[in-house]
């Protein structure tokens, strides 16, 4: 589907579309795919071990990760049982804490950088462990199979927008433990294309 069609679509449609479960009709009628995206903020992911260091038995919290001229705080922790310790930040906040040369994490550890974790009871050096976040599509096995997608595919999507539609290519398609389909664009990439949080929007393979 052209972007021109795409536009032309009443928006309240496609939303029909998607909210009654139609996905199957979509795909099968050639008429797009569609996603709903949404906006990640900077996170953390740690290991079982630097959880432990970072919090001991206490509750996990928010960490500071410290940069070289400035302190990045309140990081929420998303996940604390990961196989290594990965922080994903943005392009903005990498230049504001003069993180030079971040990259964009895809699956290989040696992108990243070493950082400084702080909780308010201890202090983790990491080494290679923060990133920039790849633009991602969570995606379930069945509709992954409807949508005629596969694991670590890369696929596109375009935000419309009056003046500033943006397409975003390199999108890393994630099949597994999701009932739906769902873009993650990073803060910079979210605010630059002016998403509403949940806008739909359409892909292309
Ligand atoms: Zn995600």
């Known amino acids: 589907m052209s972007l021109k069609e795409h536009e032309s679509i009443n928006r309240d449609e496609i939303r029909r579309r998607v909210e009654i479960g139609s996905f199957t009709i979509c795909a099968k009628a050639g008429e797009g795919l569609y996603a709903r995206a949404f906006m990640i903020k900077s996170h953390a992911h740690l290991s079982k071990e630097d959880q432990k260091k970072l919090f001991g038995d206490r509750p996990v919290g928010l960490i500071d990760v410290c940069g070289f001229n400035t302190v990045l705080r309140n990081i929420p922790v998303a996940s604390g049982n990961s196989e290594f310790s990965l922080v994903e930040i943005t392009f903005t906040e ?31 050096e990491l080494e290679k462990g923060i990133a920039a976040a790849a633009r991602h599509l969570h995606i379930s096995p069945g509709l992954a199979a409807i949508y ?58």
């Open 94 to 124: 990498a230049t504001k804490a003069r993180f030079k040369g971040l990259k964009i994490y895809t699956g290989n550890r040696d992108d990243c950088l070493d950082c400084t974790l702080e909780s308010p009871h201890r202090i983790v």
């Open 148 to 205: 005629g997608l596969s694991d670590q595919q890369r696929i596109s999507a375009t935000i419309p927008g009056e003046e500033r539609t943006i397409e975003f290519k390199n999108i890393i398609v994630l099949v597994g433990d999701i009932e739906t389909v769902e873009l993650h664009l990073d803060a910079d990439e979210a605010l630059s294309a002016n998403l509403e949080d949940g806008q739909i929007v359409c892909l292309e393979k």
